[in-house]
């Protein structure tokens, strides 16, 4: 195939066909032609979204590690208590796939467990570690509530 063929089938499949929209950040990848026999639509689910604000990218990664943590936890002890650091990390799937139900999910569950974590610090135990428990999950709870992540999420959530 010479270089002059080669360019114009390059410039023809290029070419919108009708009815297909470019797919853009933010945007569910889709067949470019409607579903009909055989055709399924694709849907790109993500765990971590580069483009979003520092803010959420943070409590995203923090919520993941927390949840990972948990369950070793959770294997280790057998307490409750990590179902919630589980949902923490369903929520940031849903922050990372820009879901306003994904963003709730997450402020609320680790709210939940930063009061957790401030009534076990007081009650039980008082140290370096227990503290260390109660200032992971404040900062979590600041970034999820940072004005930036709330901002972002009203704008370009669904």
Same mark, same amino acid.
């Given at each position: 195939?010479? %270089?002059?063929?080669? $360019? ?21 990848? $889709? ?6 026999? %055989? ?25 993941? &590690? ?12 057998? $307490? ?8 923490? +990390?369903?929520?940031?799937? %849903? ?6 139900? %994904?963003?709730?999910? +997450? ?27 109660? +200032?992971?999950?404040?900062? &979590?709870?600041?970034?999820? &509530? ?13």
């Amino acid at each position: 195939m010479d %270089g002059a063929a080669r $360019t114009e089938r390059r410039r023809r499949a290029r070419r919108r066909r009708p009815g297909a929209r470019p797919v853009g950040a933010g945007q569910r990848a $889709t067949c470019a032609r409607p579903l009909g026999a %055989g055709r399924i639509a694709i849907v790109a689910r993500k765990w971590f979204d580069p483009s979003q604000p520092q803010t959420l990218q943070a409590a995203v990664v923090l919520c993941y &590690l927390d949840a990972a943590l948990g369950i070793l936890y959770l294997l280790a002890l057998g $307490t409750a208590l990590p179902v919630i650091l589980i949902a923490a +990390a369903i929520g940031a799937n %849903g922050i990372a796939n820009d879901r306003k139900w %994904g963003y709730w999910l +997450a402020v609320v569950s680790s709210c939940i467990y930063l009061l957790a974590q401030v009534v076990a610090f007081v009650t039980f135990a008082r140290g370096l570690g227990p503290l260390l428990n109660v +200032a992971f999950a404040a900062v &979590l709870v600041v970034l999820l &509530l940072h004005p930036l992540s709330r901002q972002y999420q009203r704008i370009w959530f669904r």
